[in-house]
């Protein structure tokens, strides 16, 4: 009879303990110039009696003003045993020329019905750059004016360019 009533205390108990996976960390950030290669990693926790096999999804993120701006990330299934914790490894590939943004998204890691996310922000630099091409100056012999005045300006950065234009003329006798 105590036996009994072990078991079912046990069988009780065991009811009320979830058993999951868990992602420990609540938030990945990054702050990063355009063309970084970086890797975060989470940890998982399988509070399972048996091994589970980890897939991740969610990995691209979003940036909120421009949708169509992205940012993927690469994350490869991993098998956490169980009752431990296991690293996983999130790569991220920052291209040359992404537009300066805080990329946003939820990186989830699943086993079948068990599942977690963390949230994850990416932040991409301005790093402004312009160059300056086709320059003409034209002037007249003689004649104290300028002809023509000719700059192409590109940008080579990565967000708006705010352009203050500046022209000095010297006058040579």
Known sequence: MKKFIIM???LLFASFVSATLN??????????NPGALFLKQITLVNTESVP???TFSGLTLQCPSSPSKTITAVAEGT??????TSLANI???VPANQMACTYYGSIKASSGSFNDEVNTYITVNAVPSAYVTNKTITILK????ISYLNVAIENKGNNDLNLIYQLSLIHIS
Do not use: D, H, K, Q
């Open 23 to 32: 992602i420990e960390e609540t938030n990945i950030n990054a702050t990063v």
């Open 79 to 84: 098998t956490v045993e169980p009752g431990t």
């Open 91 to 93: 790569r991220f590939s």
């Open 8 to 10: 079912i205390v046990f």
């Open 52 to 54: 589970l096999y980890v």
């Open 142 to 145: 003689n004649i104290s004016t």
